[in-house]
């Protein structure tokens, strides 16, 4: 894994910025060209990347006032429309990639500063507009799914997306022939953490997932099958909702799935985050539009 962290630039004073975040993940990683093409066209917003060839994903941490974000995703998602095709063979039959069921695959939106979540789900809506104009299907949730406010998990689940090897949903939405299905979402920031645990045996693992979620600061966690250095695992996806807090943060998280897992002779041999602590963002924010 690398990260590259750019400058954020405005001519705004940061008090009169009304600023979101949002967490874009898109599935490619290994070719070069494309990436440099979504760095460039975002470099001016990117907070942080985090550039994964292993599992050929990205995770962008985009900021920026609402037309900025719903614009970045908009072009972000034409280079991906006009360079990558999720139904080519060479990713349909890689065992490595991460799960799955679009391209532009998960759109989360978050109130950074001067908004509310009210205005994170108006930006996510436009920005699932956007993508439906471009025949690319789209699953809301959060406050962007105004009829039942679903959770990513519970849109998860009623696709595909834990299924390896199925780019598609189970057969509600009919995915775009190049970029499949894209989720989209208003919620507050959270950081992902995820572990990546010595066996492939996830029915050892699930009775430990309620141990975790049992965890102060409601932390979520989602146990699935993945391949990590060539051999099979169980990877422990986890959100965290106060990732600065002594019994939120990482580490704490990490210690106690070392713990539950250690009696059934497993341990975590590798860990890592997507996206920076909320207050990170911001701060960096500040200090940089001062500059």
């Known amino acids: 894994h690398y990260y590259i962290t750019n400058n954020l630039s405005s001519q705004i004073s940061p008090m009169n910025q009304r600023l979101l ?10 070719n070069t060209e494309v990436i440099s093409k979504v760095l460039n066209i975002c470099s001016k917003h990117l907070v942080k990347s985090f550039v994964d060839p292993l599992f050929n994903r990205s995770n962008l941490t985009l900021c920026g006032q609402r037309d900025e974000i719903i614009g970045l995703v908009d072009q972000i998602t034409d280079i991906a429309l ?65 009829e039942q406010g679903k959770s990513l998990v519970q849109v998860r689940k009623s696709t595909s997306f834990f ?69 099979d695992v169980v990877e422990i996806a986890c959100n965290l909702n106060q990732p600065g807090s002594f019994q939120g943060c990482s580490n704490a998280v990490l210690k106690k799935v070392n713990g539950l897992v250690a009696p059934l002779n497993f341990s975590v041999i590798h860990s890592y985050s997507t996206n920076p602590p909320f207050q990170t963002i911001l701060q960096s924010y500040l200090r940089l539009i001062g500059n």
Do not use: W
């Open 21 to 30: 975040v949002c967490c874009l993940n898109i599935q490619e990683a290994r």
């Open 163 to 231: 299924e390896r090897g199925q780019t598609k949903d189970k057969g509600t939405v009919v995915g775009h022939p190049k970029l499949g299905t894209s989720v989209v979402g208003a919620i507050p920031y959270v950081m992902s953490f995820n572990m990546v645990i010595n066996t492939d045996d996830i029915e050892r693992i699930l009775p430990l997932i309620p141990d975790i979620r049992s965890m102060k600061h409601g932390i979520l966690a989602m146990p699935y099958r993945n391949v990590f250095e060539g051999e």
């Open 82 to 146: 006009e360079d990558i095709d999720v139904n080519s063979p060479d990713r349909v039959l890689d065992t490595t990639m991460h799960h799955h069921i679009g391209i532009i695959d998960n759109i989360p939106v978050h109130p950074l500063h001067n908004t509310t979540l009210d205005d994170a789900a108006e930006a996510a809506i436009s920005i699932s507009d956007n993508l439906l104009s471009k025949n690319i299907p789209t699953l809301l949730y959060g406050s962007a799914d105004k």
